[in-house]
């Protein structure tokens, strides 16, 4: 009994103990070392990048071809087939030569020549030709492909397709070629209507110059032979009579002094102004030595602060200062003495000439019409003589030299004119 329980017992030890060794082999089994953990998770890696690259690659828009140093084609991707319409299985293992128009085969000698010194090529702008024969411009950028160990075994292609661009280019070209013999025909254009406005203006001014100067011959007689009715015949007249005389000797006079305007305007349109450095201080003195009369007459007050020299016609200066001073002599309210100041203050571009005056004014909303011809503010000639010419004179005058002129709108007592004047020759 006991021996046969002792052979009992052996066969179940025999039995468990292969699982025994069978379980120990395998907790005992070997594991991976850490750098082949790292090995196999770097080449996930570079099969993660690979395929991140392989899809962009194929989604580009451009086509993106690679080649061997013998033009061969070796790759070829979606971009490529829309681009130049050849399947990928067409051309690969093709020369790269079936993309080349006739006229251009010399090309890729050249650029795989550029390739071989290890040289990049970026936006070399050619021609290419799809499989239909049409004609693309392309705008290449080729890259060196080397091996393992760094030798150059290949180019890597980028071809964009700028046919569109090319259009746009060669029609925006095109319209400012357009453009510019429009331009050309129309600058001629003008310059000779130009040419004959001004040949127009010029005998017109002519016309009117000979027309003025002719009429006053008989406005003196008028004048004259009326004076003479008043002097030797006022006997013969009653004092109607003589007031209308006296109507015709006046109406005589201001025609006469209009017509002196006229002929000073049109004169300012067209004749020669030398202009040179003036001292602005003397003019003005002289222009007060012509008025004295006037200004004694009126017991005017005029005060002058140092004046600057400028840049102008020394005519023209001097009828702007007396025009000026002659309106703020005479455009003056009843009873009041007139009180006159010139000075000047220095601006950027040269200086600014005030002439302000206690007298009537100028309300803001004819400030710009006052300069205009012919333009008078009081219609009563008995009140405030003028021609309305006078102004406009100034004006013209001013401009002519360069400068500007108008009402200092901050004045509201009297009138306050500037004129901007050069200090030296305008370019």
Known sequence: MSGSNGMAANPIAVEQNPMLDFQG?????????????????????AEEISLHLRAVVESSDDAIISKTLDGIITSWNKGAERIFGYTASEVIGQPIYILFPPDRMEEEAHILSRIRRGERIEHYETERVRKDGARLDI?????????????????????????????????????????????????????????????SIQSLESVCYTIAHDLRAPLRAIQGFTQILLEDYSQAFDDEGKRLAHRITAAATRMDA???????YAKLSHVDL???????SSIVQKVMENLMPEIAAK????????????????TILEQVFTNLLSNALKFVAPETVPDIHIWSEKRETGVRVYIQDNGIGVVAEHHARIFEI??????????????????????????????????????????????DLHQEKIP
């Open 299 to 314: 017991k005017a007050r005029i005060e002058i602060k140092d004046l600057p020299s400028v840049w102008g016609n020394e």
């Open 374 to 419: 012919f333009q008078r503010l009081h219609e009563s000639e008995k009140q405030y003589a003028g021609t309305g010419v006078g102004l406009a004179i100034v004006k013209k005058g001013v401009e002519r030299i360069g400068g500007k002129v108008g009402l200092d709108p901050r004045v509201v007592n009297g009138a306050c004119f500037y004129l």
């Open 274 to 280: 030398p202009c040179r450095l003036l001292d602005l």
């Open 139 to 199: 705008s290449l950028t080729i890259s060196a492909i080397r091996d393992n160990k760094g030798q150059i075994i290949g180019a890597s292609k980028i071809a964009r397709n700028i046919t569109e661009r090319k259009k746009a280019e060669k029609a925006l070209q095109e319209a400012q070629l357009q453009l510019g013999r429009h331009a050309d025909e129309l600058e001629k254009q003008v310059a000779q209507r130009t040419a004959h406005l001004h040949e």
């Open 258 to 264: 209009l017509i002196r305007d006229l002929l000073e």
């Open 25 to 45: 082999e395998s907790e005992q089994k070997p594991q991976p070392s850490p750098e082949v953990v790292e090995d196999i998770a770097e080449r996930k890696k």
